[in-house]
């Protein structure tokens, strides 16, 4: 069993729905676009406010439980079980590719080129790619960091969540889910971080150009000494199969 299947049951109260977050993505939306994919897309919250608005939207996410919970919550897009590292089999182009909620630093910094690389492929000519990651310039920087608490609900538990083992090949990401004394739930895994000109440098090389770079869904400006998160916003510059330039 993932850790995130074991987590599952407490998703919904950890990570709920949030109207800024829609609305920062529909933003960013290119005009004319068709379809929409959410990469990492968890219980389906922003594929079912996509597929309200009359796109056509696919969502992927390695954790079946959590498919199972999209699927029963939100009918009309297409949710599969599946790798965000196997992106690029599925049928393009699409308008619009997002992956929010820390979900890239999952891969290894070489799976996450990959990673990109397909999206590159999948994505039409200025399309808009945008994800979204804790600020690894500040968390590298401090060799750690511990998340504010966060209570839940009325009953007493508090989600914890820390950074340990820093270093620029991989993160410990250690959480806990306490109520009083008792320990209700915890687990950890491997992230694995890259610093901003990294991710800039891999994305000008796959022919991305930056858009935007926020510290957070109120566009925040980014700041390498804020412990906020890091929103990358970036269009596809390649050229249609006859040659025209994108838009």
């Known amino acids: 069993m993932t850790f995130y299947s074991q987590f599952a049951e407490y998703y919904e109260a950890v990570f709920p729905h949030r109207d800024e977050v829609a609305a920062f993505l529909r933003r960013y939306v290119p005009d004319g676009s068709r379809r929409v994919l959410d990469a990492g897309c968890g219980t389906g919250h922003y594929c079912g406010r996509f597929a309200a608005d009359?796109?056509?939207?696919?969502?992927?996410?390695?954790?079946?439980?959590?498919?199972?919970?999209?699927?029963?919550?939100?009918?009309?897009?297409?949710?599969?079980?599946?790798?965000?590292?196997?992106?690029?089999?599925?049928?393009?182009?699409?308008?619009?590719?997002?992956?929010?909620?820390?979900?890239?630093?999952?891969?290894?910094?070489?799976?996450?080129?990959?990673?990109?690389?397909?999206?590159?492929?999948?994505?039409?000519?200025?399309?808009?790619?945008?994800?979204?990651?804790?600020?690894?310039?500040?968390?590298?920087?401090?060799?750690?960091?511990?998340?504010?608490p966060r209570p839940l609900g009325s009953g007493g538990a508090v989600f914890l969540r820390e950074y340990r083992e820093v270093s620029e090949s991989r993160v410990r990401f250690v959480t806990r889910l306490v109520a009083a004394d008792r320990t209700i739930f915890e687990g950890d895994v491997w992230l694995y971080p890259l610093r901003t000109e990294a991710y800039l440098e891999l994305h000008r090389e796959r022919g991305f150009e930056l858009v935007e770079h926020f510290a957070d869904f109120q566009g925040t400006p980014y700041a390498t000494t804020s412990d906020a998160g890091s929103v990358f916003v970036f269009r596809s510059r390649r050229r249609a199969a006859d040659g025209a330039p994108t838009p």
């Open 54 to 148: 009359g796109f056509e939207v696919v969502g992927i996410d390695l954790d079946p439980q959590m498919i199972d919970a999209a699927r029963r919550k939100y009918p009309t897009p297409t949710f599969r079980c599946m790798n965000v590292l196997d992106a690029g089999t599925l049928p393009g182009p699409f308008d619009f590719v997002f992956c929010i909620g820390n979900v890239a630093p999952h891969l290894t910094q070489d799976e996450f080129t990959r990673f990109v690389g397909d999206i590159a492929k999948i994505l039409r000519p200025g399309g808009v790619w945008i994800f979204q990651i804790v600020n690894w310039d500040y968390v590298l920087a401090h060799g750690g960091y511990a998340f504010r």
